[in-house]
Nanobody, 122 residues
């Protein structure tokens, strides 16, 4: 079973940038498709981005397309989410997740990290 730990969250002003990282232990990340999700207070968790095992298929939620970039480094066992042009509505707890499916739907993630808080001030 893979364990995931997110880092890189914090407080940033609107228009700023943050880079989130997700480190894996106990298993190699190259065996999993990876995703980023977020949950704002009082809202359901929502999909942000996903990347398959090789990094050849990447998808984004419409709300972050053009601003966020997901990437992975299988040699370092990490997945990252570069977030640019941040908006107050991006404020949420961000979670990374791992899926055993080759190209998972947003409902097919098997393992989750504890989350990291991102707060964007206006």
């Amino acid at each position: 079973q893979v364990q995931l730990v997110e880092s890189g969250g914090g407080l940033v002003q609107a228009g700023g940038s943050l880079r989130l990282s997700c480190a894996a232990s106990r298993r190699t990340l190259s065996s999993y498709a990876m995703g980023w999700f977020r949950q704002a207070p009082g809202k359901e968790r929502e999909f942000v981005a996903t990347i398959n095992r090789r990094g050849s298929n990447i998808y984004y939620a419409e709300s972050v397309k053009g601003r966020f970039t997901i990437s992975r480094d299988n040699a370092k066992n990490t997945v990252s989410l570069q977030m640019n042009s941040l908006k107050p509505e991006d404020t949420a707890v961000y979670y990374c997740a791992a899926s055993l499916a080759l190209n998972p739907s947003r409902y097919e993630y098997d393992y989750w990290g504890q989350g990291t808080q991102v707060t964007v001030s206006s």
